[in-house]
């Protein structure tokens, strides 16, 4: 079992930055990918970026790369993600997610967190 504990959300204005967070305990040995996802109100849950636990690949969706970046702090055992020129349509609720073995988008990963909001505001 892994557990997953998301921090970092609050409420940031349009053009701000923000940095989440995830700490990862339990079995992480067995983890191959961790990522984001979110979710907003009345759309489905959505990728936002990836990172392969051993080695550098990151992964990002669209619409956020170029603003976000993920990455893994070895000595907290985290796995942040940096949030810059942040946009209203960002707002959502934030989640951290891991999984052994499989593809990178695709939310069926084994392991989630909590949750945390971040709101943007025009």
């Known amino acids: 079992q892994v557990q997953l504990v998301e921090s970092g959300g609050v409420l940031v204005q349009a053009g701000g930055s923000l940095r989440l967070s995830c700490a990862a305990s339990?079995?992480?040995?067995?983890?191959?990918?961790m990522a984001w996802f979110r979710h907003a109100p009345e759309k489905e849950r959505e990728f936002v970026a990836a990172?392969?636990?051993?080695?550098?690949?990151?992964y990002y969706a669209d619409s956020v790369k170029g603003r976000f970046t993920i990455s893994r702090n070895n000595a907290k055992n985290t796995v942040d993600l940096q949030m810059d020129s942040l946009k209203p349509g960002d707002t959502a609720v934030y989640y951290c997610?891991?999984?052994?073995?499989?593809?990178?988008?695709?939310?069926?990963?084994?392991?989630w967190g909590q949750g945390t909001q971040v709101t943007v505001s025009s």
């Open positions: 990172r392969r636990w051993t080695s550098s690949n990151t």
């Open positions: 997610a891991a999984r052994p073995r499989g593809g990178v988008v695709e939310p069926d990963y084994d392991y």
């Open positions: 339990g079995r992480t040995i067995s983890t191959v990918t």
